[in-house]
């Protein structure tokens, strides 16, 4: 059974920084493409980062263009986890935030993604 958690979420002034954590089980998490995406009040669920694996050891990171520059992604094989540094936070950035995981990479709508986590709130105050 695969299961996706994530921590790390939290309130947060403008301009402050978050380290989120998914843990993964019961996948094969190294050659999976693992990340996250959001969904703020009212709004439809978008990615937000990702982090695929290429070949042998190299995987590449992709972001959404609003968080290039402030969100950093990276995973640590050996732990199953995955990172989400978040920096320089906006308002805007307020969502809950979900790990994905799906073998098949995460450039799809988001019905389209195998796993899940159960989500976890941020919020950035101004």
């Known amino acids: 059974q695969v299961q996706l958690v994530e921590s790390g979420g939290g309130l947060v002034q403008a301009g402050g920084s978050l380290r989120l954590s998914c843990a993964a089980s019961?996948?094969?998490?190294?050659?999976?493409?693992v990340g996250w995406f959001r969904q703020a009040p009212g709004k439809e669920r978008e990615f937000v980062a990702g982090?695929?694996?290429?070949?042998?050891?190299?995987?590449?990171?992709t972001y959404a263009d609003s968080v290039k520059g402030r969100l950093i992604i990276s995973r640590e094989n050996a732990k199953l986890t995955v990172y989400l540094q978040m920096n320089s936070l906006k308002p805007e950035d307020t969502a809950v935030y979900y790990c994905?995981?799906?073998?098949?990479?995460?450039?799809?709508?988001?019905?389209?993604?195998?796993?899940w986590g159960q989500g976890t709130q941020v919020n950035v105050s101004s």
């Open positions: 994905a995981a799906d073998r098949n990479g995460l450039d799809g709508p988001p019905s389209s993604i195998h796993y």
């Open positions: 982090t695929t694996w290429s070949r042998g050891s190299i995987y590449y990171a």
């Open positions: 019961g996948l094969a998490f190294s050659v999976y493409s």
